[in-house]
């Protein structure tokens, strides 16, 4: 043995060929089968946890993977088995309880296998491929457990059954229906969605359409409302306490549409209670309360915006177009500012100042205001009224309110341009007569026309301002140049600018002695300063202050007419005067004489003449006297005013003509504009490009435009296309 | 003369001499048939004025068997590019005449159907349209005629062919009170309606267009007048 060489020590793989003993595998799953049992029987603690984990691992590892696995699937079913039937007998409210109970116990055991399994569960089941032990277990509950014919539709109707107790106000063991629902969603989440999510939004759409049924039946839009509201709360808190946040969303669409959605139409058409007398009585918290809840279902604000316009629509047009109303043209615009500010607050107090809404409100307005024709006369009779008297002792800051208010209004109009002709007159007949409230509200208001329309909409307006003012200090000028005219009559003079006022007829009349002098005088000096222009003074727009001593001594003062002064004067040296005489003294035309007398000698309080005879008309054989008994309790009295009233229909008919008139040039105009610079164009594009030129101004007449592009042709400044019949030509 | 260089020589004066015969004969041909307009002419002209006025006028419509309102003489006019209504001028019937290789009586009478086709065909009608029109215009700066000649001009320019629209036009332009007097364009617009609007159902007639306003209210009245 000394001999032998020195080998190198090698260590060399056992080889050994282990003999497994066949039965070995038997045995050793006896153990674990045996294992299974105890642990499902809550005999666990017994087991040794090591020695079962060390023969599950032997059994893998002696290829004996299958065998193990099999048996696990039959142990465990054979449990599950057993436990499906105890189920089965539990009676009533045993039965959830008893299900939740095995649930948790197999959750434990399985818990315990897959520990004890755990090499087999990384190993042999990867490698084939197998359910996982975890999986296999809560699969095998579900096809054992589950769904087992006797349990599934039972398990179901249960739980329904609790929730439909519970939407009726008992109170039911929420704990338990969260554990048993989430074995729901533990065994998957299709299991959960349709064994039992779909069943039960099927089950709730059931029993809201009951629901809301028997409530649209018995109660009115607002307690319905109310009503409809609650689900809502309550369904988020079910899916909170017990249900999968998954299906907190799908379950309340299904009561939006079965207490919404369904009803939207019955609801805001409701008498009595719908929509439009939530209007009209100004119910801000039931209307807040539709919005907010007809905002979750689609077309649910559409609908409640339509019905909103069409009743602003209806409203307004019967508003505008009842002739009762049209009598007070600024109750009438009160009227339309009042309805405007309702539905505004409506807006912002209920409607969350929705811009749609808004919007709709803007375009009913518009509709109906333009339905009456005398709408820009109404708005500007309303401001006059402001100006002259309606803003007195208001703040700054309230006068610029109610005057945005009015431009608001003003938007509204599509004839812009007949608003200004009667703001025009209207002004100038406050200028003329003092009768301002304030000075700055009227630049105000100028100031907003001008921001709205432009310069050319206000620059004559602007011009009669200037001529009050630049009038002032021409006879400031005038009295400093004849020191010896402040003794005897005082004159006040106006010059207006021809082309910035609007225009009146010069009436010419004789003027007393005393007066013409003086305007003699004025005139010279003014000429004196002005060269190349032309006065005519305006005899049928101008005031006096007269007094005036009567028979018994009684001494007034007179605010008159111009045509009324040249009248009372010509009593100074005649006691009486014939009507003859007087037209021939005075030259007043006879329909303004006619009214001027009138106003003198017929009517109570004013009548400083007396008539002969007694009539209430005047006739051209009447004779006048001075009326010695007047009285009157004040020592100013005014007779004749020219204060700016509502226009007779014929006035109304000729101020309705000039604007007409006035529109043709500038329709022309814009025509001729447009054409010079596009060269060519065709008919449809001309009628769109004037329609929108003069939108700010008034809406164009397509056949007026039509009209005026045929005279334009015959007067050479267009002509048509030769081969294209549609197209116009600018002719250079 | 040599008989070879008379040959050539008479060849070539033979053919010069045939030209010039021929040129010679052509323009004495067209000389003669100028003569004989000038003559035909002259039968017709006054006198002192050398033009053919009115009465001239209907002396040759009765000559030629043609009323003085048939629509051949208007379109004799159109031929001779006539400026003036109711006269032919020397040059104008010159014009006239030449074009329609007419110089006798007889042959302008032939002539006058020929000349009716011609006028007829589409690319000439609208032309003697809008020369109808300006025929018409009698002073100087005039741009319309009045209603009642423009009445009596449709009958005669479209009677034949637009009947049932010359009619209708006709009780409207008597009727209505928003125009006096026609000008031009409207004219062209009748003419553009008759040819392209079904009539009397006025189906494919849209006022939205640029038709001249007298047709938008003349479509009007008609559909007033039919509901």
Aim: net charge neutral; proline share 2%.
């Amino acid at each position: 043995m000394s001999n032998q060489k020195k080998r190198n020590f090698q260590i060399e793989a056992f080889k050994q060929r282990v003999v497994v003993d066949p039965k070995y595998a038997d045995k050793t799953w006896k153990i674990l089968e045996h294992a299974i049992h105890e642990i499902y029987n809550h005999n666990a603690s017994g087991l040794s946890f090591e020695e079962l984990y060390r023969n599950a691992y032997n059994m893998v590892l002696h290829k004996y993977g299958d065998k193990l696995y099999t048996g696990l699937v039959t142990t465990m079913t054979f449990h599950l088995k057993e436990i499906c039937k105890s189920i089965e007998e539990a009676q009533g409210g045993a039965f959830l309880e008893l299900l939740n109970r095995k649930w948790n116990d197999h959750n434990k055991a399985l818990q315990m296998i897959r520990d004890i399994l755990m090499y087999m569960d990384r190993t042999y089941v990867s490698t084939t491929k197998k359910t996982h032990v975890h999986e296999l277990g809560l699969h095998l509950w579900r096809d054992n457990v589950v769904y087992s014919s006797k349990i599934q539709t039972r398990l179901l109707n249960t739980l329904l059954d609790l929730v439909h107790k519970e939407r009726t106000g008992e109170v039911i063991d929420r704990v338990l229906m969260r554990n048993v629902i989430k074995m729901f969603m533990d065994l998957g989440e299709s299991v959960y969605q349709d064994d039992f999510e779909k069943p039960f939004l099927e089950a709730s759409a059931e029993f809201y359409k009951v629901e809301s049924m028997e409530f649209i039946e018995s109660c009115d839009c607002g307690e319905y409302l109310k009503k409809a509201e609650k689900p809502l709360v309550e369904e988020v808190e079910r899916v909170v306490n017990y249900l999968d946040a998954k299906s907190e969303a799908k379950i309340t669409s299904v009561v939006e549409r079965e207490m919404i959605a369904n009803h939207v139409q019955r609801l805001v058409h409701m008498e009595n209670s719908g929509l439009v007398n939530m209007l009209l009585n100004d119910k801000y918290e039931d209307m807040g309360r539709m919005y907010s809840l007809f905002r979750r279902v689609a077309n649910g604000l559409v609908t409640v915006r339509d019905v909103m316009t069409l009743h602003l629509r209806e409203m307004g047009k019967q508003l505008v177009t009842d002739p009762e109303k049209s009598k007070d043209p600024v109750e009438f615009v009160q009227r339309l500012l009042d309805e405007r500010d309702k539905y505004d607050r409506i807006i912002n107090m209920a409607f969350n100042n929705d811009k749609t809404f808004q919007n709709a409100l803007n375009s009913s307005f518009e509709y109906f205001v333009n339905l009456n024709t005398r709408s820009p006369e109404f708005i500007s009779l309303f401001v006059d009224d402001k100006l002259r008297k309606g803003l007195k002792g208001v703040g700054e800051e309230d006068v610029d309110l109610i005057l945005d208010k009015v431009m608001m209004l003003f938007r509204y109009l599509q004839e812009k341009d007949v608003f200004e002709k009667y703001y025009k007159q209207h002004l100038a007949k406050r200028l003329l007569s003092g009768k301002t409230v304030s000075d700055d509200a009227e630049r105000n208001l100028i100031v907003k026309l001008k921001t709205e329309c432009g310069y050319q909409f206000t620059s004559k307006l602007e011009g009669m301002f200037t001529d009050m003012k630049t009038s002032h200090d021409t006879l400031l000028g005038f009295y400093n140049s004849h020191p010896e005219l402040s003794e005897g009559p005082t004159l006040v003079v106006q010059v207006l600018t021809t082309g910035s006022w609007p225009t009146q007829p010069t009436i010419q009349c004789n003027l007393p002695a005393e007066v013409s002098v003086l305007c003699e005088k004025f005139r010279s000096y003014y000429l004196g300063t002005h060269t190349g222009r032309r006065l005519s003074w305006q005899t049928n727009m101008g005031t006096a202050d007269i007094k005036a001593v009567f028979g018994k001594g009684q001494k007034h003062e007179l605010n008159v007419s111009t045509f009324q002064m040249c009248v009372l004067m010509l009593f100074n040296n005649s006691d009486r005067l014939s009507y003859k005489e007087i037209e021939q003294a005075t030259e007043i035309p006879a329909p303004d004489l006619k009214r001027c007398l009138q106003s003198m000698a017929c009517v109570k309080g004013k009548n400083v003449l007396r008539k002969e005879p007694m009539s209430k008309e005047i006739a051209e054989e009447d004779w006048f006297v001075v009326n010695d008994r007047f009285a009157s309790k004040f020592y100013k009295v005014k007779i004749g005013t020219v204060v700016a009233q509502k226009e007779t229909e014929p006035e109304k008919q000729e101020t309705r003509q000039r604007v007409e008139e006035d529109r043709k040039p500038q329709i022309e105009a814009a025509i001729v504009r447009i054409m010079k610079s596009r060269r060519v164009l065709d008919h449809n594009n001309i009628i769109a490009e004037v329609t929108k030129q003069l939108q700010t101004r008034f809406l164009a007449n397509p056949t007026e435009i039509k009209k005026r592009i045929e005279s334009l042709i015959e007067r050479d400044f267009l002509e048509r296309d030769n081969t294209d019949r549609k197209l116009y030509r600018y002719l250079a | 003369m040599r008989r070879s260089s008379s040959k050539k020589k008479s060849g070539q004066s033979t053919e010069s001499v045939t030209t010039d015969l021929f040129r010679s004969a052509s323009s004495k041909a067209s000389n003669k048939e100028m003569d004989r307009i000038d003559h035909l002419f002259n039968q017709y002209a006054n006198k002192s004025s050398s033009l053919i006025d009115p009465e001239g006028i209907e002396e040759l419509c009765s000559n030629l068997e043609v009323s003085h309102t048939d629509i051949r003489i208007l379109m004799l006019a159109w031929k001779m590019k006539a400026e003036k209504q109711g006269y032919f001028t020397h040059e104008e019937w010159r014009r006239g005449l030449k074009a329609l290789r007419a110089d006798t009586i007889n042959k302008l009478k032939k002539a006058l159907p020929e000349l009716e086709k011609e006028v007829r065909r589409p690319s000439n009608f609208a032309d003697f349209y809008a020369y109808a029109f300006c025929y018409c215009l009698t002073e100087e700066k005039q741009k319309s005629i009045d209603i009642e000649t423009i009445c009596q001009l449709l009958e005669i320019v479209m009677g034949s062919t637009f009947r049932a629209q010359v009619d209708y036009f006709v009780e409207y332009l008597k009727i209505q009170n928003d125009y006096k007097v026609i000008n031009m364009d409207q004219w062209m617009g009748l003419y553009r309606f008759c040819n392209e609007i079904s009539f009397p159902d006025m189906g494919n007639y849209n006022p939205e267009l640029a038709w001249p306003l007298i047709l938008d209210n003349f479509v009007e009245w008609i559909q007033e007048k039919q509901a």
